[in-house]
């Protein structure tokens, strides 16, 4: 079976990415830098060939995603499994404020318990299984052709994971920054990493602006 490749991107930023607010399921559309950095990327894959967009049904990474159907002329279809982690009660709070007002909850978050389940959200483990189940589905219907998943970083990281064979409760050292482009390769033995976090299209757009 020849194998998928995979364009893998986490949404443009929000308000709440600044404000260090945990979104979860919760819809918070792209402030104005998240709109721009959707349209850098929409530009920076314009002369790919994608043969199908797959977005997380949450705005930030719909909208994400309709950039680059735009731009690219490729089908978009929204997919609920490609959301991020349900957070449960954290979703809303801040960094700070679970810290304060939920400190047990929050030690056992940052230190990655792998069972450990936000009261109403979902576990490590539980997000795994529902992110290895959806992209390994979505990816098997395109045997030799590319596809571009726009998602979140909560669904970034576990891709990451799963391509590199490391432990959900490993400490991360890569990055997840909005709007990236990440490459991978499935096959039905699982993921292979070619390449990750190029922000060359927005860095380079960055700098052009500063110029002008």
């Known amino acids: 079976m020849q194998a998928t490749r995979i364009i893998a991107v986490r949404h443009g930023e929000t308000a709440w990415n600044v404000d260090t607010r945990i979104q979860g399921h919760l819809d918070i559309p792209l402030n104005e830098t998240g709109q721009w950095q959707a349209r850098q990327l929409a530009q920076a894959l314009a002369g790919e060939a994608i043969d199908a967009i797959y977005a997380s049904d949450l705005q930030r990474a719909f909208a994400t995603a309709q950039a680059v159907a735009d731009a690219t002329g490729a089908p978009i279809t ?6 991020e982690r349900s957070f449960g009660h954290f979703q809303g709070r801040t960094f700070k404020e679970i810290e304060a007002e ?3 909850d929050a030690r056992r978050w940052r230190t990655r318990e792998p069972d450990y389940t936000p009261e109403g959200g979902e576990s490590l483990v539980m997000l795994r299984e529902r992110i290895e189940r959806t992209v390994f589905a979505l990816a098997e219907k395109h045997p030799g052709e590319q596809v571009l998943m726009v998602a979140h970083g909560g669904v970034l990281d576990v891709l990451y994971r799963l391509a590199t064979r490391q432990e959900i409760q490993a400490p991360r050292t890569w990055q997840l920054s909005n709007a990236a482009i990440n490459r991978l390769l499935w096959t039905p033995d699982g993921l292979t990493l070619v390449g990750w976090a190029d922000t060359q299209h927005l860095d380079n757009a960055a ?6």
Do not use: A, I, Y
């Open 207 to 212: 700098r052009d602006e500063t110029t002008t």
């Open 102 to 104: 939920l400190p047990d």
């Open 78 to 83: 929204p997919e609920q499994g490609l959301r």
